[in-house]
T-cell receptor
Framework: NAGVTQTPKFRILKIGQSMTLQCAQD?????MYWYRQDPGMGLKLIYY???????DKGEVPNGYNVSRSTTEDFPLRLELAAPSQTSVYFC??????????????FGPGTRLTVT | GENVEQHPSTLSVQEGDSAVIKCTYS??????FPWYKQELGKRPQLIID?????GEKKDQRIAVTLNKTAKHFSLHITETQPEDSAVYFC?????????????FGQGTILTVHP
């Protein structure tokens, strides 16, 4: 298993540009999440999904959009990038919970700089 | 919503000493409490977790204790080694319709001096 994969690893955007951060998992996990981690801070939830076609906002959703057309993929879209979106973005996934396993598995992260 | 406070923000110990990191949470419905270790430039990795029906869990040099009444939980690392140096995050998750969403603490930078 590759686990949770993310692309790209690094990206520099100009203010106002848009981009999509890709996330995929091959563990057949129902639940997927997007977090952002600002320097020296904990992770904050942006969006999450409980299955294909179902998404919902987390703590800091403004400026982002997501979609979940398949179980495997959960892309995060940034529209009109702003300097405040400079951060490291982590995608994570886990089982639904009915197997008694609750661990969230994280991808390697995407480091985004908006200038 | 849930709020998780973590202390201390930095912790410096000598190799072989013990380290303790404490977290408090606000939502009494929270029932799952993981601890993650994050090395510089890497992804968070789960090191130990505990569910609310258990008061303590141990895995070799690492243990977690949970006090549901006081709504706090702690990470204990014994016989620390330089490779334990990293940022440690606690998190809390409410059950039911929370869908596994985690609320993280602010992190503790642990430095173990040889």
């Amino acid at each position: 298993n590759a686990g949770v994969t993310q692309t790209p690893k690094f990206r520099i955007l100009k203010i106002g540009q848009s981009m999509t951060l890709q996330c995929a998992q091959d563990m057949n996990h129902n639940y997927m999440y997007w977090y952002r981690q600002d320097p020296g801070m904990g992770l904050k939830l942006i969006y999450y999904s409980v299955g294909a076609g179902i998404t919902d906002k987390g703590e800091v959703p403004n400026g982002y959009n997501v979609s979940r057309s398949t179980t495997e993929d959960f892309p995060l879209r940034l529209e009109l990038a702003a300097p405040s979106q400079t951060s490291v973005y982590f995608c994570a996934s886990r089982y639904r919970g009915d197997r008694g396993v609750y661990e969230q598995y994280f991808g390697p992260g995407t480091r985004l700089t908006v200038t | 919503g849930e709020n998780v406070e973590q202390h201390p923000s930095t912790l410096s110990v000598q190799e072989g000493d013990s380290a303790v990191i404490k977290c408090t949470y606000s939502d009494s419905a929270s029932n799952y409490f993981p601890w993650y270790k994050q090395e510089l430039g890497k992804r968070p990795q789960l090191i130990i977790d505990i569910r609310s029906n258990v008061g303590e869990k141990k895995d070799q040099r690492i243990a977690v204790t949970l006090n549901k009444t006081a709504k706090h939980f702690s990470l204990h690392i014994t016989e620390t080694q330089p490779e334990d140096s990293a940022v440690y995050f606690c998190a809390a998750c409410a059950g039911g319709t929370s869908y596994g969403k985690l609320t993280f603490g602010q992190g503790t930078i642990l430095t173990v001096h040889p």
